[in-house]
């Protein structure tokens, strides 16, 4: 069982950056293509970006040009830099294969606000 653990949240002013790293157990990890979620109150889980095992990537239109998204196979690690956050892009941030087939993990706050 591949279990998630997300980090690297916090409070930050509008305009500023912050990155977000995830780490998963399990060398399955390696195969998959990975993303990011966030669930804002109120609102439904949407899917922010992903990365395939050779790099490929794709981003929502809202974070196009702001958020990068990155791997590193060999720590199991995914990361997502984000700059010039805006308010709305507070909420909970979580990281899974792009088939959302594993477990969830509890998420890392982002919260926007000056």
């Known amino acids: 069982q591949v279990q998630l653990v997300e980090s690297g949240g916090g409070l930050v002013q509008p305009g500023g950056s912050l990155r977000l790293s995830c780490g998963a157990s399990?060398?399955?990890?390696?195969?998959?293509?990975m993303g990011w979620y966030r669930q804002a109150p109120g609102k439904q889980r949407e899917l922010v970006a992903t990365?395939?095992?050779?790099?490929?990537?794709m981003y929502a239109d809202s974070v196009k040009g702001r958020f990068t998204i990155s791997r590193d196979n060999a720590k199991n690690t995914v990361y997502l830099q984000m700059n010039s956050l805006k308010p709305e892009d507070t909420a909970v941030y979580y990281c899974?294969?792009?088939?959302?087939?594993?477990?969830w993990g509890q998420g890392t706050q982002v919260t926007v606000s000056s």
């Open positions: 899974n294969s792009d088939k959302q087939d594993l477990y």
């Open positions: 399990g060398n399955i990890f390696r195969i998959k293509t």
């Open positions: 990365i395939t095992n050779g790099g490929s990537t």
